[in-house]
């Protein structure tokens, strides 16, 4: 269900109807019709609408609501048919003085039926001492008396007042811890729904990375539980009417006329065997009506057979932005052009942004229409909320977010509310990926880099020795131990050195066995650390040949090549990163389109902000379809400085850029970038 509908839709008064007691408590027959039970009751003689209401303990609109015919007058030998409550339930009469029995089913909750019923937990507890301590299936429980039509108009201001002050398409009442839940064979989306009292829309939106058909068995469910909303939504009911044979028709033909089995109609007149012109007949028909429900009130039935023709449009909508052939971008960034002498990191971002539109220059060959929206936050908090209440912010397929904590807070938030996908450039230190879907995270994090380092290491130095180089320093420590812990357990040959002052030859050599292949790896990325053991190693490679030996290297080790390029060639060293410029003939269209463009070169620094900025926006060129959403599927992007490689780990979370680029700095004296 679209919930601008809802919107809409929430504002109509809906009349509940009440349902008839039990049949046990009546003692009507009942029969089949079309698949429903219905309660019959043959009319007497002389008797009114209000003389049956008063009987059967319902009011004179539900006889009319189900019997329209009724409306008219009641006669003698006259049927009327009521609905059959479904495992004897039973609601309160239009008198509200009435109590009813409930009968427990599986997956019911207090919650749920206070729900249902328009009463309180309490209330049912105190009609009820024995659930506190929860229900059990077949347990029977006493409804306390209530206000059918005091409930609904409570369901209906429900709903407007949750959307009266949202500008967001879902309003979600956060009621619950989020549950991870695995499916289970049988279960399904609507289940979920059903389980944890939440609603389609949420469920969707929570788990953008699951599509419609992919709620089966296996699949890790993040829900949000008691987060439903009452909603109005359609139902299909039977209502009989009287209708007077004419010449020539046949139960068949009026039957085919009015859109329902022969069978149909012959079960609503048992006693008439067949149509003959002039009698009155019942003619049971089906009709929709809308109805105020929620999760406890609304059947698994019905919420199937509601959402199941329109989800995957529904999945489109929530998750996706269907804007035919363009791309609208954001870039929502502290240029501080406010400023007559901006910091070096809006310059920076100013770098970046040149970058990206270099890029755009592409999307004409690609027959995209490109639109690029750019904001100056200025660094500041309240200028950030301000663009983000800009109504095309909405409309956005991508925004690009700064570093800065809370301005990237501010702007993740919004695009989890509002289903617009961001991308985080800039910071390794925000975890809102975690548990926001639309947040894409370019750099990677620490232990995921890692994680796919040491899947390249297992594969690169299989059968190798590991020599640690131990130093005291806090760098990179985080890196290090995720290194170390793998290696050991994975069971590698270890040895460590030690490394207080400088290494000489013998404190290496002497760890080393003749014929063995051994890998070196520095506890940290220091230069301090580097100066310490870097001659020694590189003897170490060149005396003793019976032995393979290589290094193993830091990003900041990209900071160092200066001085240490060729030292680090001469070991035959790899060097593991988010991003590696190794300029030369890679960046040579780049820097020629910059100078012909700004008239100049781009600030220099690790990584390249314009370098950056182009490499995204070819990702973004190449990756983002014509409906504006970027495919998920996209395979591994190699950028000049930047490569893009997407993952989920959950339904419910963001995606991280998986791509690590491996340099190798070769003992012929090349450098080889892999990106794995």
Known sequence: MNFKDIIALAFLSVAAATPLAAQTQMNLPTTQIGGVEFYRYDTSNGESIYDIAAKLGVTKDYIIQNNPDAADGISGGMTLYFPVEANGKAAATASGTATAVHVVEQGETLYGLAKRYGVTIDDLIASNPNSENGLKVGQKLVIPSTSTAHSTRDANQEVINAFSNSTAQIAVAQTGDPVIHEMKDGESIYTLAKQYNSTIEGIITTNPGLEPDEYIAGARVKVIPNSALPFIYERTSRRNYKYEVKRGETFASIAKDNGISEEELKAANPDMKKAKKGKTIILPKPYAERVTGDMATITLDELRSYYEPRINDLYDNLVGKKLENEVNIAMVLPFQLHKSAPPKQAYLYT????????????????????????????????????????????????????????????????????????????????????????????????????????????????????VFLNASSENDKEMFELMRTHITRKKYNTATINVSGDLSYNDISNKMNPGSKYVFIPSSGDKALIKKYIKALKEVKKERFDCDLSLIAYPEYVLYLKDYQT?????????????????????????????????????????????????????????????????????????????????????????TNQAVEIVHFSTDHQITVNVK
């Open 351 to 466: 770098d970046f942004y040149k970058g990206f539109l270099l890029a755009l220059d592409n999307a004409t060959e690609l027959n995209k229409h490109i639109n690029l929206k750019v904001y100056d936050t200025q660094h500041n908090l309240n200028v950030t909320d301000s663009i983000l209440a800009l109504p095309e912010l909405k409309t956005m397929n991508m925004i690009i977010a700064p570093s800065e904590p809370q301005q990237l807070a501010r702007i993740n938030a919004f695009g989890k509310t509002n289903g617009v996908p961001v991308m985080n450039c800039f910071t390794t230190k925000n975890e809102d990926y975690l548990d926001n879907p639309y947040v894409y995270q370019v750099n990677t994090p620490t232990n995921e880099l890692m994680h796919n380092v040491m899947r390249w290491f297992d594969e690169q130095f299989n059968g190798y020795n590991v």
């Open 567 to 655: 030292d680090l060639q001469d070991i035959d060293s790899y060097m593991f990163s988010r991003f590696f410029n190794a300029k030369g003939y890679r960046t040579r269209d780049f820097d020629a389109a910059y100078k012909a463009n700004f008239d100049g070169e781009p600030l220099t620094g690790e990584p390249y902000m314009a370098l950056y900025g182009w490499d995204a926006g070819n990702y973004l060129l190449k990756s983002l379809g014509v409906d504006g959403r970027i495919d998920e599927e996209t395979p591994l992007f190699e950028g000049v400085q930047t490569s893009f490689r997407w993952e989920r780990g959950d339904n419910w979370r963001g995606f």
